[in-house]
């Protein structure tokens, strides 16, 4: 098994990354019901015996001591990484695995690119070898970061090209949030047109998502919660809550419901590298099947159902009613309608109990409605992977 290490740059990279970890803690628990270090594990975790001083105390095997997450944690200013540091998943990060700084990069790309790029080079390599000596086999870099800020889209980028000439041999994968049209940050489109350039050149794979589209989705689940017509469809442990399960923090903190939607996607993405099974892939066997060409890198992701993630067990027609989904404008995390483009690959991704032959019903009655609306029929349909994500 392969592992990964996450890499989370400014404040919407560490949020973000803090409800992906919280997820798959949650997601391991519920699976793991025995506390055993096993390979699914080990991909994004290590176990460590916190009675031995310094990096002797790693365990390869046997009962779960304690576990440090595969995660680099770099912002420049204190306040999102000290309120992980006194949250619930204080001990699941490694102290020695954080750079922080205290002024911050003022929302300002040549700051965080330049600055602190310069300043922290360095330092960031340090933790990020200090990392890669803990995997028996290092599969990619797991960046994320948003692209309006000045750390994120400055530092983040930045770190890219540290990646690149440092470890040219492991694929860099990156989550990158792009601004709204209504970003109140005058700054946003500049920092995200310089971080495009950085992105072009020195990331392996990209998956953009869209903050529009995040209030779009929350506000469809808002207005359906509203009118009554979901019903008991959302639970406790849904994709709309926080970690702490009552859908009403949610308006507290406004972003909570957002972060945990992207959290959500990277739990489902990862879930093949974390799981076995026979149809399962690497992150970057589906990186080398998605992206045609070295430019051509950029994915467009979808998430189905937003409502729940309790459900088991999928009917032929709800899985009928997902493929569909997949494909709707709706429910892309980023703005764009995809039955207006062409597809040079597509990747399918179910997690649940499902049969094959209704998987391959669905993909095959896919190819004559593209034919049909004068599409042109270079589709690439793989058995193994896409947009669809289910809960395990």
Known sequence: MTQSVVVQVGQCGNQIGCCFWDLALREHAAVNKKGIYDEAISSFFRNVDTRVVG????????????????????????????EILQGPLRDVFDSKQLITDISGSGNNWAVGHKVFGSLYQEKILEKLRKSAEHCDCLQCFFIIHSMGGGTG??????????????????????????????????TSPYNSILA????????????????QSLFDIISKIDLMMNSGKLGAAIKPKSLVTSSTGVFKKRQEKPF???????????????????????????????????????????LVSSLTPLYTLADVNIPPRRLDQMFSDAFSKDHQLIRADPKHSLYLACALMVRGNVQISDLRRNIESLSPGIKKAGKPAC????????PIHYWH
């Open 55 to 82: 990096d002797g105390g790693n365990i390869s095997k046997g009962k779960i001591c304690s576990l440090k997450a595969r995660a680099v944690l770099i912002d420049m200013e204190e306040g999102v990484v000290n």
């Open 256 to 298: 909570d419901a957002m972060n945990n939607i992207v959290a959500n996607l990277l739990l489902n993405l990862t879930s093949s590298a974390r799981f076995e099974g026979s149809l399962n892939m690497d992150l970057n066997e589906i990186i080398m099947n998605l992206v045609p060409f070295p430019q051509l890198h950029y």
């Open 153 to 186: 889209s400055g530092l983040g980028t930045f770190l890219l090209k540290v990646l690149k000439d440092e470890f040219p041999e492991v694929y860099r994968f990156v989550t990158s949030i792009y601004p709204s049209g209504e970003d109140d940050v005058i």
């Open 196 to 211: 495009m350039k950085e992105l072009n050149e020195h990331a392996d794979c990209v998956l953009p998502i869209d903050n």
């Open 379 to 386: 589709v690439q349909y793989l058995p193994w992977a896409i």
